[in-house]
């Protein structure tokens, strides 16, 4: 099969060897921890997994078993392959053909980065295909997070699952994507609350207003930028870190179970935020939580899941 019939860049000059294999592994990640709106981002212990083959069929076949795996396409439009195809076309680089099996453990349309972690998983993949043939270098760490983040139209979720732990992030115009990460402080950890319904974070985005008062917008960069502290080196604050007035009260309405139980986990003395555009809900503190918070989730139809904080996409196999 020639160059200008397989899958990635046309008429590419390099064309991946048949039978080529990789296995990725991503972690889900959780966005804006409370006032750093598109900016803040941190990296969770829940990980799918990806496994990718060259092939000599021409087309690209996807398998995947868990978390949604009836209600996504089986062919290049799935998401991940969608990520595969664009990382080697960024690269210049054609597969003859591609066989996809994704095993996913990230609840989708939860705020838990699903769709993040799918691209990075792919991107990555690609990244591993070229890494294994030797004839083009694999894609740096700023290539993912940019490439991934031109897929979500913004960073904080795909470069939490790109660089690991917790990252900062920002655009420029053009738009240029950029992030550096943060070294959490070990004391850290992280409890999710995730519930059985979903929400569509383009619909949750269209709930927030064009112009906020300017002393809430005051009031989230003092926060956001107390939130580096406190997720770097004194935890002491991330009750106060977490605290928002740009986003979360207005998409309440929407989210009633969520509010109630991120109102009444903050009552109880804990740092906790919507996770991304909801309607999971994220605790980040020093303590482990027990039965008496897992009652209360179970009270407002939330299942409570520990979480470590992790590392970045990694090649497995």
Known sequence: MSAASSIGAPAAELVLAEGSAVRIRVPASSAN????????????????????????????????????????????????ARAVIRGLEYAGVAAPGLS???????PHSRGLGSSAAAVVGGLAAASALLARDGRRAALTETELVQLSSEFEGHPDNAAASVLGSGVVTWMNDGPEFFARRLTVHPAVRATSFVPQ????????????????????????????ALGVVALTSD????????????HQR????????????????????????????????????????????????????FEMISLEIADGVEVIG
């Open 235 to 246: 935890p002491s604050c991330l009750v106060d870190a977490t605290d928002d007035k740009l």
């Open 250 to 301: 207005y998409r309440a309405e929407a989210m009633p179970a969520t509010s109630g139980l991120m109102q009444a986990l903050r009552s109880r003395g804990h740092a906790a935020t919507v996770s991304g555009a909801g309607p999971s809900v994220l605790v980040l503190g020093t303590v482990e939580l027990g039965d008496d918070e897992a009652r209360l989730a179970a009270e407002h139809g």
């Open 197 to 224: 319904t979903r929400s569509s974070t383009a619909v949750t985005r269209g709930l927030l207003p064009d112009a906020v008062p300017r002393t809430d917008a005051v009031f989230n960069l003092s926060r956001a």
């Open 100 to 106: 996809l099996h994704c095993v996913n453990t990230i």
């Open 33 to 80: 921890l409370g006032p750093g709106f598109d900016c803040l981002g941190l990296a969770l212990g829940m990980y799918d997994e990806i496994a990718v083959t060259v092939t000599d069929g021409g087309v690209v076949v996807v398998s995947a078993e868990g978390q949604a795996a009836g209600d996504v396409p089986t062919d290049e439009r799935h998401l991940v």
